[in-house]
Each structure stands twice: as structure tokens, then as C-alpha cells.
């Protein structure tokens, strides 16, 4: 991994400090901000603020966590390592664990040129739209439930347990966000199975970040994450964006990124709190 541009890792961080705010209010803790969504859907993060200032403390991080407790919001923050060294060891002294995920961005000119077959957009004006977004977001449940890159159990009839009606406010924010070009989802499917694999792109300016691409642990090995990442990357060039990125869990998944153009620049730091240690 070579040392990453400064410019680069700039138009992450306002990526970052973008995106939540689409749908999310900010809350200031010190160095930290923390983005509270206004609504239904996937809660957001913690993380140093963009504005420059001191870096986050411990003190900042325990007030954080417990407004998200209060909040009955996940205890997560992230940040990138690299433009963010010393609080990877002010996280860990605050009593958290932290992934550190390798950060990826895509060379355009690696990605390969054939399209991916099995793979498709969602399309908000399709009568179908509603029932493609519980199904890709059960294959996300169960997917993650089952982390790595293993074959397992889980697969069509454990997504469709999983399976949850959803919200139409929630459908219509969805509708409206692909329309605006903030957001697209892509599934993988099987003839005789349905979606079986699933992920999402999200747009601030210029900045796609790829994200939530799982597979149904029973078809994995089987390039459905390779050929869904490809697709979302395809997608977000065609869009317009000069940026495309991921996080990959570990270098396992990262070999898979790699596959389809993406290259390492630094390291995604996810943390939320450790476990306590069974008596």
C-alpha cells in the first residue's frame, strides 16, 4: 500500500461528512460529530469532525456514546486512520474495539469492460420495487449474519424468513433517493432461487461509496460479489462519479474488490464497544 494522496483522503472525509446529512442532523461532542437520522432507516456514526479542529478525546468519545444510548442509537464510530492516527488509541482506551477495514478506491481503467450476467439494478418505477427491496435487504441480514467469505447455511429460505414488509414511507424515501442519484441498489439472482446476493451505492457530489454487498452464505464462491461490485462500480462511472470507494471487512473480501479493479489506500477504522469478558 503506498502512502495515500492528502487530496485523495480530503474528498473522503467530505464524503463522509456529506452524506449522513442528506437524512441525518448533526450533533457536535467535541472533536467528534454525530450524525442522528430524522426517520426510518439504517443509523448512522460518530466521527471527527471535518472542520479541523482539536482531535477527538476520551472525554469526547464517552459523551458521544452516551447520547447514542439515550438515543437507543448503536454505540459505532468511524474514521479513517490515516487522516486520523492518534484516535485509534484513544477509541481503544475509551473502551472500544476497532476493525480496521482496508479502504479501497477503484482505477477506472481496471475495472473490466464486460457487463455482469445475473445483475440488476432496482428500478424505483418497477410495480415489483417494494418487494425487490425487502428481498435485497433480507439477503443483506442473513448475509452479514454470517460474516467472511465462506460457504455455509443460509440461503432462500432463511432470507425469506428474514423477510420484512417494508414501510412505504420507507419505499418512497428509497424511490426518491434513486431518483435523485443519491443511492442504488443491485441484486444477483438464480432462476430458481431469486436474489441471492445484494449491495448499494451511496452519492454525495461526486463520491460513490460501495456498500452492504453480502451473498447468501449457500452461494458463495461463486463470483456474486465480484460480479455485484462490478455492476455498482460500472453504474457510478456511467453516473458521472470521479470517485467510486469501498471498505472491505478484511483482506479476505478485499482480494474480491481487487478482482474488479480496486486498489488499497488506507484503513477504515469501524469501532463500537468491546465485549465484556464472561465471568
Given at each position: 500500500?503506498?502512502?495515500p494522496d ?6 473522503l ?19 467528534l460529530?454525530?450524525f ?12 471527527p ?9 476520551a ?11 439515550d ?46 450476467a445475473?445483475v440488476?439494478?432496482l428500478?424505483?418505477?418497477?410495480d ?28 432462500p ?36 432461487a ?43 462511472l456511467?453516473?458521472?462519479a ?38
Amino acid at each position: 500500500m503506498t502512502t495515500p494522496d492528502p487530496a485523495l483522503l480530503n474528498r473522503l472525509e467530505t464524503f463522509y461528512d456529506a452524506l449522513p446529512r442528506f437524512t441525518a442532523r448533526a450533533e457536535d461532542f467535541g472533536g467528534l460529530v454525530l450524525f442522528v437520522r430524522e426517520g426510518a432507516g439504517w443509523p448512522f456514526y460518530a466521527r471527527p469532525r471535518l472542520d479541523g479542529g482539536d482531535p477527538p478525546s476520551a472525554a469526547d468519545i464517552m459523551a458521544a456514546r452516551e447520547r447514542q444510548r439515550d438515543l437507543g442509537l448503536p454505540e459505532a464510530f468511524e474514521w479513517v486512520h490515516e487522516t486520523t492516527p492518534d484516535l485509534l488509541a484513544v477509541a481503544r482506551s475509551a473502551g472500544l474495539a476497532v476493525l480496521e477495514a482496508p479502504l479501497m478506491v477503484l482505477d477506472p481503467a481496471a475495472l473490466p469492460a464486460q457487463p455482469a450476467a445475473g445483475v440488476r439494478l432496482l428500478d424505483p418505477a418497477s410495480d415489483a420495487f417494494a418487494a425487490d427491496l425487502e428481498l435485497s435487504r433480507a439477503v443483506a441480514q442473513v448475509g452479514f449474519g454470517t460474516p467472511g467469505t465462506d460457504r455455509g447455511a443460509g440461503g432462500p429460505a432463511e432470507r425469506d424468513a428474514v423477510r420484512v414488509e417494508a414501510d412505504p414511507g420507507s419505499v418512497e424515501g428509497e424511490r426518491q433517493a434513486i431518483r435523485e442519484g443519491r443511492r442504488f441498489t443491485a441484486v444477483a439472482e438464480l432462476a430458481d432461487a431469486g436474489p441471492v446476493a445484494s449491495g448499494i451505492g451511496m452519492r454525495a457530489g461526486d463520491v460513490v461509496e460501495i456498500a452492504g454487498v453480502a451473498t447468501l452464505p449457500t452461494f458463495r464462491r461463486r463470483g456474486l460479489g465480484a460480479a455485484l461490485t462490478l455492476t455498482l462500480a460500472r453504474h457510478a462511472l456511467d453516473s458521472g462519479a470521479g470517485l467510486v470507494f469501498l471498505s472491505a471487512s478484511d483482506n479476505d473480501v478485499a482480494r474480491v474488490y481487487l478482482s474488479v479493479g480496486f486498489r488499497r489506500i488506507a484503513t477504515a477504522c469501524i469501532a463500537e464497544p468491546a465485549a465484556v469478558p464472561a465471568l
